[in-house]
């Protein structure tokens, strides 16, 4: 494993961890703003679009000028992003702003630049992931991807926290870490920590990542759909109470379960990526039809560690096989474009789930066994012959 992984993980888990601290109040903070609903619905989805769009950019970036200048802009636009919305936020209670501007400075902070700059470090660590040796591959990934995970996971719990006094501390504290991966990287990081290893095999035909790009996509899916459709299916199966223990049962398995999945259970493992892609499909296929007969709060979280399980399986098998489909110089330019494909899934799916269950409660259960089912057999379409390493 490269040196430079290690610590990017840690860099990782703070950013991640800082952007959700928000998570908690931005619902509570929209009032106080006077932003409509849609307006706050918008907020989230132009940093959907800001990580679709810059993903790329970054890979790119990554491949053309290496690690430090993809960090150093993705810590900078970072810390732009959640100090300013910070002292926005503080401007808006005092009555400084207008709405109007409230939203416009909401889009601009939380949405573009925090979107671009986390996105820059996440893009960065999977291509760094992407140029290891081939047999520490999925290892590599998964634990980029449960270090994500976790900060997705305890983010929100800690803003909730620090919320209960007031509901501007988390953002007082979220540029912290930002700030702190900032100095890491001009004082850590040094130009010459990025090389350009050799291939350690011949690499796949550039077709095959149509194949693998497909399953990532398919999985993205299904992951969204269960993930929005949780709190709905749990609402309309049991009462209130119970209905909220389910809907945070279901969503904190989802979220740990990934986590432990990509970080424990694919370290010990060490299965590859061929074998990870179709064995977590499958896995997400079985806990879909599970969840869709789930009736309490038992099954229902028995049937989202399957889920977790076979959705961690199947991500990091995709992001492993992805930077195995192209020489280690192109690393950047994959995992950019894997970033992208997590993006556009979060910023379509959810309304789609939304749809599907006006139509039928289990609906988005079934979409989501049926993208598994369609994951499940790309990933078990042979890979094509490897061209020569010349």
């Not at 993930?227 to 945070?248: E, I, K, M, Q, Y």
């Not at 950047?332 to 789930?353: I, K």
Request: hydrophobic content about 60%; aromatic content about 6%; charged content about 5%.
């Amino acid at each position: 494993m490269p040196r430079p992984l290690a610590p990017l993980l840690i860099a990782l888990l703070g950013m991640f961890t800082a952007q959700q601290l928000l998570a908690p109040t931005l619902g509570p903070l929209s009032a106080q703003f006077e932003l409509s609903p849609t307006q706050l619905g918008l907020v989230y989805t132009v940093g959907s679009v800001a990580v679709v769009v810059s993903s790329p950019l970054w890979g790119l970036a990554f491949d053309r000028f290496g690690l430090r200048p993809v960090l150093l802009a993705g810590a900078g636009l970072s810390l732009a992003g959640l100090a300013g919305f910070a002292a926005a936020s503080v401007l808006v209670l005092d009555e400084t702003l207008t709405p109007a501007l409230t939203f416009a400075l909401a889009l601009l902070f939380r949405s573009f630049l925090l979107g671009a700059g986390i996105s820059a470090v996440a893009v960065a660590a999977l291509a760094v992931a992407g140029r290891t040796p081939e047999a520490l591959r999925t290892t590599a990934v998964g634990l980029v991807g449960a270090a994500q995970g976790l900060g997705v996971v305890i983010g929100p719990a800690i803003g909730g926290v620090l919320a209960v006094g007031s509901l501007l501390v988390p953002l007082y504290v979220a540029p912290a870490p930002a700030l702190l991966f900032l100095v890491w990287v001009l004082v850590a990081v040094k130009p010459e920590a990025v090389a350009h290893p050799q291939p350690m095999a011949p690499a796949p035909p550039p077709q095959d990542l149509v194949r693998i790009f497909g399953v990532g996509l398919l999985t993205y899916v299904a992951f969204v759909l269960v993930n929005v459709s949780a709190t709905l299916l749990a609402f309309d199966r049991l009462d209130t109470v119970s209905g909220t223990a389910t809907a945070a049962a279901a969503v904190a398995v989802l979220g740990i379960g990934v986590v432990i999945a990509q970080g424990v259970l694919v370290p010990v493992l060490r299965w590859p990526a061929d074998r990870l892609m179709p064995a977590g499909a499958l896995t997400a296929v079985a806990g879909c039809g599970l969840a869709a007969v789930a009736g309490s709060m038992w099954l229902t979280a028995l049937a989202f560690l399957v889920l977790a399980v076979g959705f961690g399986f199947a991500l990091t098998g995709f992001f492993a096989a992805a930077t195995l489909g192209v020489r280690p110089r192109h690393a950047g330019l994959v995992a950019g474009a894997a970033g992208a494909t997590s993006g556009l899934a979060g910023l379509v799916v959810p309304m789609m789930a939304t749809v599907l269950h006006s139509v039928h409660p289990v609906a988005p259960v079934v979409a989501a066994g049926v993208a598994s089912v369609l994951a499940a057999g790309l990933a078990l379409v042979p890979r094509p012959v490897p061209q020569s390493a010349g």
